[in-house]
T-cell receptor, first 111, second 115 residues
Framework: GQQVMQIPQYQHVQEGEDFTTYCNSS?????IQWYKQRPGGHPVFLIQ?????EVKKQKRLTFQFGEAKKNSSLHITATQTTDVGTYFC???????????FGSGTKLNVKP | ETGVTQSPTHLIKTRGQQVTLRCSSQ?????VSWYQQALGQGPQFIFQ???????GRGNFPPRFSGLQFPNYSSELNVNALELDDSALYLC??????????????FGAGTRLSVL
């Protein structure tokens, strides 16, 4: 069945270092979304990518959608302690009747 | 805040019992999805309701059922509870199902413990 995997599972960085998480789907996604879940919280929407090869930036965050629409990445430049949390990629199948979340990458930032 | 509210926040049940979880969608949203999130894992899609009809379902047995009401609020019912059903249950509403409409706005979740 459909699987959305993310690597790494955990990442510990020193504040100021960069961070990247990679997302891979076993099937093509119509679009991909990224969410952040703070410890004890619920997932919060960050961004949506729709087009093959699309790149979007939000301040220190850069999101990419792969050419085959089966993989994506999130890169954070110069991490801050406020970046702590688990980052999930997610997306629906083309008929929009199922929504899959990745396994998540848990980011810890040491001050 | 997303405007999505869930109740109760915490619940303790025993194996074999039944439970009903409730969700109030964000105003203007006609689609609601339910997810199960076990500790340390990503949310697992249970099902989605669009305009009161089940629109899609993940790999969950029939004892997981749902309802969506005319005001687009929703319920998740779980029968014959098992220990593995212990998890955070998240409700997410969206503007619709299609591209540009399916951004998920999550509630704070219901933490269910099955003893």
């Amino acid at each position: 069945g459909q699987q959305v995997m993310q690597i790494p599972q955990y990442q510990h960085v020193q504040e100021g270092e960069d961070f990247t998480t990679y997302c891979n789907s076993s099937t093509t996604l119509s679009n991909i979304q990224w969410y952040k879940q703070r410890p004890g919280g619920h997932p919060v929407f960050l961004i949506q990518l729709v087009k093959s090869g699309e790149v979007k930036k939000q301040k220190r965050l850069t999101f990419q959608f792969g050419e085959a629409k089966k993989n994506s990445s999130l890169h954070i430049t110069a991490t801050q302690t406020t970046d702590v949390g688990t980052y999930f990629c997610a997306g629906p199948l083309y008929n929009f009747n199922k929504f899959y979340f990745g396994s998540g990458t848990k980011l810890n930032v040491k001050p | 805040e997303t405007g999505v509210t869930q109740s109760p926040t915490h619940l303790i049940k025993t194996r074999g019992q039944q439970v009903t979880l409730r969700c109030s969608s964000q105003s203007g949203h006609n689609t609601v999805s339910w997810y199960q999130q076990a500790l340390g894992q990503g949310p697992q899609f249970i099902f989605q309701y669009y305009r009161e009809e089940e629109n899609g379902r993940g790999n969950f047995p029939p004892r997981f059922s749902g309802l969506q009401f005319p005001n687009y609020s929703s319920e998740l019912n779980v029968n014959a509870l098992e220990l593995d059903d212990s998890a955070l249950y998240l409700c997410a509403s969206s503007l619709g199902r299609g591209l540009g409409e399916n951004i998920q706005y999550f509630g704070a979740g219901t933490r269910l413990s099955v003893l």
